[in-house]
């Protein structure tokens, strides 16, 4: 198997078109900076966050911050949108922690911690106020952001971000799978067979007949490092989770969902519109599952341009 990884990391489709996204990254005006966010540099404890940021700043801009969710990372996620914004917006895609080049020695995995660093990260690179925009667990994030620093974030987009399950959820099958061990081995996929699994859970008309060679390449690329950390974020976001014990945000909120998602149903979106209240609005994109940015993203992009600008 060692011999089988060394060759496809010489001969990777999936790193060739990493750099590829990272190059047009690049070009759309940001570049790669990785921020320690020890305190005071402290090596007990060691947090480092990678973000693309604007090269040039314009302050007179407003920011916007685009936060991946799991799968493939955040330049996968926001390549076929970035360039709709740049011109309007100092753009952030910021890789999570355990996720790109982020990582912490700390052993919190909630999403508030998360959502903590990020801030701390934002507040590094001058961003005082910003609109967030958040696919999947980027969602997650993104509420709790929202709702530990109101004064921070403008406007709020929730992709097929199911902020507002339960645990028994669960228990009662709202999911498609019957365990969270299940969903772990989906979601973080080491087989083959696991991320066909994913695909088909993600896409309303997945790829078939992709060689097992190439889904081998992607997991080793992008889903062989902080497996065990992932897999304790996703166990976190279940655990004791009650809407009751949700905090309320104020913000101006679009929520958008693929009406086939099979990750998070689309019934987690009404409940949260609900939940929301007068300020939410939802879009629910027909012939769409859970990755609707990547399977229909024209109609997308015409929402959060619409919300947005």
């Given amino acids: 198997m060692v011999d089988y ?14 750099w590829l996204f990272r ?14 966010l020890s305190h005071n540099n402290s090596t007990a404890s060691t947090t480092t966050m990678h973000c693309w940021i604007p090269k040039s700043p314009n302050r007179s801009k407003p920011n ?22 740049t011109n309007r917006y100092n753009v952030y895609v910021p890789d999570l922690l355990f996720f790109g080049h982020s990582s912490t020695s700390e052993p919190n995995r909630t999403e508030s911690f998360q959502a903590r660093c990020l801030m701390r990260l934002m507040e590094a690179h001058g961003v005082e106020r910003m609109n967030l925009v958040g696919i999947s667990y980027g969602g997650f994030v993104g ?3 929202a709702a530990q620093f109101p004064e921070k974030v403008e406007k709020l987009v929730l992709c097929c971000a199911g902020v507002c399950l339960e645990e028994k959820d669960m228990e009662d099958g709202l999911f498609k799978v019957p365990n969270l061990e299940e969903a772990s081995e989906i979601l973080i996929p080491q087989t083959p067979e696991k991320l066909k699994e ?4 993600s896409f309303v008309k997945p790829i078939r007949g992709v060689p097992s060679f190439f889904l081998w390449d992607f997991i ?5 490092e902080f497996v065990e950390e992932k897999r304790d974020l996703i166990k976190s976001i279940l655990r004791d989770r009650r809407v009751s014990d949700l905090p309320k945000i104020k913000q101006k909120t679009l929520i958008i969902w693929g009406e086939e998602d099979q990750i998070f149903p689309v019934e987690l979106g009404y409940r949260l519109k609900r939940y929301i209240g007068e300020n939410a609005e939802m879009v629910v994109i027909k012939k769409a599952g859970h990755a609707v940015n990547l399977e229909k993203p024209k109609e997308f992009l015409k929402h959060l341009k619409s919300f947005l600008i």
């Fill in 23 to 36: 190059q047009s990254f690049a070009n759309a005006g940001l570049r790669s900076v990785t921020t320690n």
């Fill in 143 to 145: 509420y709790s952001l």
């Fill in 5 to 18: 990884l060394r060759l496809l990391r010489c001969f990777s489709f999936t790193a060739s078109r990493d």
């Fill in 64 to 85: 916007l911050l685009l936060v991946h969710g799991f799968g493939a990372n955040a330049m996968w996620q926001y390549n076929e949108h970035l360039r709709s914004f």
């Fill in 198 to 201: 994913l695909i088909r859970f």
């Fill in 220 to 224: 080793d690329v992008m889903c062989s």
